[in-house]
């Protein structure tokens, strides 16, 4: 991996209105630490380990470490850029490189010293994720080598006038958007507990992959998606949404909730107020919200004000034009959205963050004048900005003429200190609870009730004989994983000539389905199989290992398929056995 991460590195050419994208669901293997080579420093020894954090009420810290601070502790606190390189302090040349397009430095612990930073989002490059190409970088690997980062990350950040906890975020919302891959316990996605239907799966399942991120050093999962899907779904969102019912999804979001900041960790609602009714992508221009005052507060907000109800830390804000609050203003930059309605309606006091300012709805102003906006209209932590000194010089020219007042960011940065350092009062777990077998039975109990079957028998085996396992181009890893499991399962698998189950998954087609297959199982929305021949159509929404796992038991007929689809399929049953 580390031989590949050198050479995504060569994406700091990428012009910066590039940002990070989302994960791809490919399973893949725990791999052991990158070997030793330019792009990776030594292990942090013991004796390097990160000072002890200052104890006490968190709002009171807060308040008095923003009393001291000066226009430039302030303005750093709200930013959240992304750094190349997977070490915090040695980079290699061509991270190096990256760093000083971004920030005019060559590490990440520069970076934070520089701009005396609030936070920094930890990011990972997939070549299949919905917005891969707007992803220009990946600094995760392992969690050795996140720990090891996190760790040098925090010790530059100590050096900080506050005295706070570096806020070090991930998008590990699981499923099509995973950051961190290799060596962890991989839940299914939102889509599958939506379809498993039991919040108190979804919540055990949380808990252990807040746990696992606490252990290497992560205190933010932007995670969450709280959006609900329309009728014709969502394709940035789709099986990232837990699905189109409200009142089932605000089960869910409360859930999941609950799991992630009950390891300790923050949980951020996205995309507020509410992107799975839009046809458009914000990674590639402002997609439209039509719905109506009354269809947002039925569909879009009950699982926001869920979340919110249930203690989620941080809400971010979406690129999308909401038309029926704030015509022609993307969420992010509407005061009628992100302070009227979410501090005053929904009374959230939590912190919000933007979605990346380096998409294009953020990119229609110079980066100083796109920051002094979303502060403006009330977030509170700006992720990603294009340019950070262009982000910084702007937050104190508004300083300077009155653009932005003092009050404002000074509100902004107390509401993330306090975050902080109310994670920072958890005890973090050791890194061996990473991948545990206790967490990989909570996960795959998970996945098992999301294993659903629109067409075919509910009870026995629902193959017979041998069998071949074929897949559309690119899931080899996906189609190994279901025949390591149909063999652990006790079913006989051939190259040729068996039974076939053919396996399609994100952004596939109709030409990606297979005609001649006996089974037909849909890893991610299940839409497709509308469209597919098959006399046994099933949907894992994942293909994570334990997903894959839980499909080959129910082939095999050692368990029984209970999931049921929580979006409309064609005129297919939401499940043929379960009512």
């Not at 699981?174 to 599958?192: C, D, E, F, H």
């Not at 099986?239 to 909730?257: E, I, T, Y």
Request: glycine share 12%; aromatic share 4%.
């Amino acid at each position: 991996m580390a031989a590949v991460n050198r050479a995504l590195r060569v994406a700091v050419a990428v012009p910066l209105a590039m940002l990070v994208g989302c994960g791809s669901d490919t399973p893949s293997a725990p791999a052991p630490p990158p070997a030793p080579g330019p792009a990776s420093a030594p292990a942090v020894p013991p004796s390097a380990s990160v000072p002890p954090r200052p104890t006490g009420d968190p709002a009171t810290l807060a308040r008095a470490a923003v009393a001291a601070f000066t226009d430039q502790d302030l303005a750093g606190q709200v930013l959240m850029p992304y750094a190349y390189g997977d070490t915090a302090d040695r980079v290699d040349k061509t991270a190096a490189a990256g760093n000083q397009n971004i920030a005019g430095v060559n590490t990440p612990a520069e970076m934070i010293t520089k701009f005396r930073l609030g936070g920094l989002i930890l990011v990972g490059f997939t070549p299949d994720d919905p917005t891969g190409a707007t992803n220009p970088a990946t600094n995760v690997e392992n969690p050795k080598q996140v720990r090891g980062l996190t760790d040098g990350l925090q010790r530059a950040a100590a050096q900080l006038p506050g005295g706070a906890p570096l806020l070090v975020g991930t998008d590990q919302e699981y499923g099509v958007v995973t950051r961190i891959r290799q060596g962890v316990t991989l839940l299914p996605s939102a889509m599958a507990f939506g379809a498993a239907g039991r919040p108190e799966l979804t919540e055990g399942a949380w808990r252990a992959a807040g746990e696992e991120l606490a252990a290497m050093g992560v205190n933010l999962d932007l995670a969450p998606v709280a959006d609900t899907l329309g009728p014709k779904g969502s394709s940035v969102i789709g099986s990232r949404s837990f699905g189109a019912d409200p009142k089932a999804n605000s089960a869910q979001v409360q859930a999941a909730v609950r799991g992630i900041q009950g390891a300790g960790i923050s949980a951020a609602l996205k995309h507020f107020p509410g992107h799975g009714h839009t046809t458009g992508d914000s990674h590639d221009g402002l997609p439209v919200v039509a719905q109506t005052k009354e269809q947002l507060a039925a569909e879009d907000l009950p699982p926001f004000a869920a979340g919110i109800n249930a203690g989620a830390g941080v809400v971010m804000s979406g690129h999308i034009d909401v038309q029926a609050l704030d015509k022609g203003v993307a969420a992010t930059f509407s005061h009628k959205i992100m302070t009227d309605l979410l501090r005053t309606e929904l009374k959230f006091t939590g912190v919000a963050i933007t979605d990346a300012m380096n998409m294009p709805p953020a990119m229609k102003w110079p980066p100083g004048e796109a920051a002094v906006r979303a502060l403006n209209a009330g977030n509170d932590l700006l992720l990603m900005p294009p340019n950070l000194a262009g982000a910084r010089d702007g937050i104190l020219a508004a300083l300077g003429n009155g653009t932005l007042k003092r009050e404002r960011l000074v509100e902004a940065a107390t509401r993330i200190l306090t975050l902080k350092f109310r994670g920072a009062a958890m005890p973090r777990p050791e890194l061996s609870t990473v991948g545990s077998d206790a967490h990989q039975t909570v996960v795959y109990d998970a996945a098992a009730a999301a294993v659903t079957i629109f067409r075919g028998p509910c009870t026995g085996p629902l193959v017979s004989g041998p069998v071949t396992v074929s897949a559309s181009g690119g899931r080899e890893a996906a189609r190994v994983g279901l025949v390591k499991a149909l063999q652990a399962a006790g079913v006989r698998v051939q190259a040729a000539g068996g039974t076939v189950v053919h396996l399609v998954g994100y952004g596939d087609r109709q030409t990606d389905l297979s005609m001649d297959a006996a089974v037909t199982v849909m890893m991610d929305t299940p839409y497709l199989l509308a469209g597919s021949r098959s006399p046994t159509l099933l949907a894992t929404y994942s293909s994570s290992p334990l997903s894959l796992t839980a499909l080959a038991n129910v082939l095999a007929g050692k368990a029984t398929p209970p999931g049921k689809s929580p979006v409309q399929v064609g005129t297919l049953p939401r499940s043929a056995c379960v009512k």
